[in-house]
């Protein structure tokens, strides 16, 4: 997917591609995942200050909304505000070839997760504009595609990552499920004692610090049914809506 995502930027003139995925967008110092298409290493002793680490542009935007936004020293006019330290950053990046940009927020929810994906070039003003008019809607498109493929692959690895048995899988789906040790021990057939000491080595493997996170963490990797589809729940219902008939029917499906 990242070289589809990369192939993508590059035909449309924007080879510098930029993947961010982090814990919130308040706090990047929670960044889970950071891949680029090009050498960015001159931007590690920048990021080293702390001034410049907690501002971004970018991010003030992302925190309040979901459109793309254009980035770069090219666009520096339509910024509402940008510290002097930003401005040479950005004065760095276009000698680099990254003169104008196009990021686009990407957000879940539930749990709390927060990426960007930037594609950018050498471009003036009206150049960028240009081509975003042109690929804009397939760009955007191609960044929820890619982040929804990262975190499906993300969330598939969580346990090999962090050295979860199989034992320990049953035991989180079944704390994710609302049951106390006693339901869970009479489940698996062991003893409360035994269920503790799983959840404690559950907890020190995932660092989940209580229960609820535990049953976050669940909830999160998807071994938890759909609550809105479970099996033997009452056939769903439909929600009709006829724009230009101004109609709406509600009612029970068939089975």
Same mark, same amino acid.
């Given at each position: 997917?990242?070289?589809?995502?990369?192939?993508?930027?590059?035909?449309?003139?924007?080879?510098?591609?930029?993947?961010?995925?982090?814990?919130?967008?308040?706090?990047?110092?929670?960044?889970?995942?950071?891949?680029?298409?090009?050498?960015?290493?001159?931007?590690?002793?920048?990021?080293?200050?702390?001034?410049?680490?907690?501002?971004?542009?970018?991010?003030?935007?992302?925190?309040?909304?979901?459109?793309?936004?254009?980035?770069?020293?090219?666009?520096?006019?339509?910024?509402?505000?940008?510290?002097?330290?930003?401005?040479?950053?950005?004065?760095?990046?276009?000698? $680099?070839?990254?003169?104008?940009?196009?990021?686009?927020?990407?957000?879940?929810?539930?749990?709390?997760?927060?990426?960007?994906?930037?594609?950018?070039?050498?471009?003036?003003?009206?150049?960028?504009?240009?081509?975003?008019?042109?690929?804009?809607?397939?760009?955007?498109?191609?960044?929820?595609?890619? $982040?929804?493929?990262?975190?499906? $692959?993300?969330?598939?690895?969580?346990?090999?990552?962090?050295?979860?048995?199989?034992?320990?899988?049953?035991?989180?789906?079944?704390?994710?499920?609302?049951?106390?040790?006693?339901?869970?021990?009479?489940?698996?057939?062991?003893?409360?004692?035994?269920?503790?000491?799983?959840?404690?080595?559950?907890?020190?493997?995932?660092?989940?610090?209580?229960?609820?996170?535990?049953?976050?963490?669940?909830?999160?990797?998807?071994?938890?049914?759909?609550?809105?589809?479970?099996?033997?729940?009452?056939?769903?219902?439909?929600?009709?809506?006829?724009?230009?008939?101004?109609?709406?029917?509600?009612?029970?499906?068939?089975?």
């Amino acid at each position: 997917m990242w070289r589809l995502i990369v192939a993508l930027g590059r035909q449309v003139q924007l080879p510098f591609v930029d993947f961010i995925s982090a814990s919130s967008y308040r706090d990047w110092k929670k960044t889970l995942f950071v891949r680029t298409s090009y050498d960015s290493s001159w931007l590690h002793t920048i990021n080293m200050d702390p001034e410049l680490q907690r501002w971004s542009y970018f991010r003030d935007h992302a925190m309040n909304y979901l459109t793309p936004v254009m980035i770069g020293i090219e666009f520096i006019e339509e910024y509402r505000h940008v510290p002097q330290k930003r401005v040479e950053v950005l004065k760095l990046a276009a000698e $680099h070839g990254i003169r104008a940009g196009f990021s686009i927020p990407l957000r879940l929810n539930a749990p709390p997760q927060a990426a960007l994906i930037t594609f950018a070039g050498d471009h003036s003003r009206r150049e960028m504009q240009a081509i975003i008019r042109a690929h804009g809607w397939t760009l955007n498109t191609a960044a929820l595609m890619g $982040h929804q493929r990262y975190l499906y $692959h993300f969330n598939q690895e969580f346990s090999e990552r962090n050295r979860i048995t199989d034992k320990q899988q049953d035991l989180l789906e079944l704390i994710g499920s609302g049951l106390q040790d006693k339901a869970i021990a009479a489940k698996l057939d062991i003893s409360i004692s035994a269920v503790r000491q799983r959840m404690n080595a559950l907890m020190q493997n995932t660092q989940a610090k209580s229960r609820a996170e535990l049953a976050a963490l669940a909830m999160s990797l998807g071994v938890l049914p759909d609550p809105f589809n479970r099996p033997g729940l009452n056939g769903p219902e439909i929600l009709i809506e006829m724009d230009n008939a101004g109609t709406r029917i509600k009612s029970q499906a068939l089975t």
